[in-house]
């Protein structure tokens, strides 16, 4: 944006000379990012200068913060949806290319694992879907789920130093408490992946006051844990950014290398835990991931495969 690069007044000639339009339709611009949440100062004889920008996820402001070939280059912004897993779903129906987006202020139904809800507050983290269209069988979609808490963890990692947990299969802790749930959905045919849904809930800014009762000893966010407020647009660019170079790596490497990525930074070999699956809890040091995202835990000398469940430490 010219104004924010200028940082100072710039003439509203100038601007309609830069973008080849009339002084009339730059002041229609003006009015109209200032409907968006923009603050200008306007002086007769100077023209505009940007004096404050909204925590928004516009696609513009998140383009800003991109080294994507494909991922996030289009974005479809909402203030509210149900969830971006069920909007982006029906654009990847209706056609929508890979690394198509939706990003939203907030859910009225966020989905979690096993249908669970997903507190999603307005204008306070951020939850995003990204359309994939991999060239694989339906059985070797699942290490997809590893994609987004590979990015997360990186994303994390980037902005803050701060090196987070990897919880199996797809949550991302900080201080033990999770920051980040990840929702992969996907659609098939009978020896083909059509496209697989990558669903982010990503708690950025939110505080302690506003975190569910149900959940305020199990979640955290990026600012209760480093007492900054984060720029929404730069995590979720920086996000977009780190899942491309994983979904090019997964391409390139295939399942074992985006599992084994995962298990090394998981550091999860050899600790032991317990997993609760249909109403059975299985107890036993583990192994490593197999190669179609499972866990392997030894109990007693026994390698049983766990394909999903839940995690205790």
């Known amino acids: 944006m010219l104004l924010r690069e200028s940082g100072d007044y ?20 003006v009015n109209h990012l200032e409907r968006l949440g923009y603050l200008f100062q306007k002086s007769k004889g100077k023209g505009y200068r940007i004096t404050g920008t909204p925590d928004k996820l516009y696609a513009w402001e998140i383009d800003r913060h991109l080294r994507t070939d494909v991922t996030g280059r289009k974005v479809v912004h909402r ?23 939706v990003v939203a202020e907030s859910q009225d ?22 359309v994939l269209r991999p060239h694989i069988h339906p059985s070797s979609v699942y290490p997809i789920t590893f994609l ?53 809930g990503f708690n950025i800014n939110m505080q302690r006051s506003e975190i569910d009762e149900e959940i305020i000893n199990k979640a955290t966010s990026l600012s209760i844990e480093t007492k900054k407020i984060y720029e929404r647009a730069l995590v979720c660019g920086i996000l977009l950014n780190h899942l491309e170079e994983h979904y090019r790596y997964f391409r ?9 990525a995962w298990e090394e930074r998981a550091a999860i070999k050899g600790k ?38 839940d995690v205790n430490f």
Not at 114 to 127: A, D, E, Q, T
Not at 252 to 260: D, V
């Open 272 to 309: 032991t835990l317990e997993i609760n699956q249909m109403g059975e809890s299985y107890r036993g040091v583990v192994e490593g991931i197999d190669l179609d995202g499972a866990m392997l835990l030894n109990m007693d000398g026994k390698v049983k495969k766990i394909i999903a469940g």
């Open 148 to 200: 987004s808490s590979l990015a997360v963890y990186d994303t994390i990692g980037e902005l803050t130093g701060i090196r987070p947990s990897l919880k199996w299969p797809n949550d991302v802790l900080i201080n033990g408490k999770k920051v980040c749930g990840t929702l992969i959905e996907l659609s098939t045919e009978a020896d083909m992946v059509r496209f697989v849904i990558v669903g982010i």
């Open 79 to 101: 203030e509210t949806v149900d969830s971006t897993n069920a909007f982006a779903f029906k654009l990847a129906l209706s056609g929508e290319p890979e690394g198509a987006c």
């Open 252 to 260: 390139q490497y295939g399942a074992p290398g985006i599992c084994g």
């Open 10 to 29: 710039v003439s509203g000639d100038l601007i309609a000379a830069k973008l080849h339009v009339s002084r009339t339709a730059v002041w229609k611009y």
């Open 109 to 130: 139904a966020g989905k979690g694992r096993l249908g669970r809800k997903w507190f999603s507050p307005v204008g306070k983290n951020l939850y995003i879907s990204v």
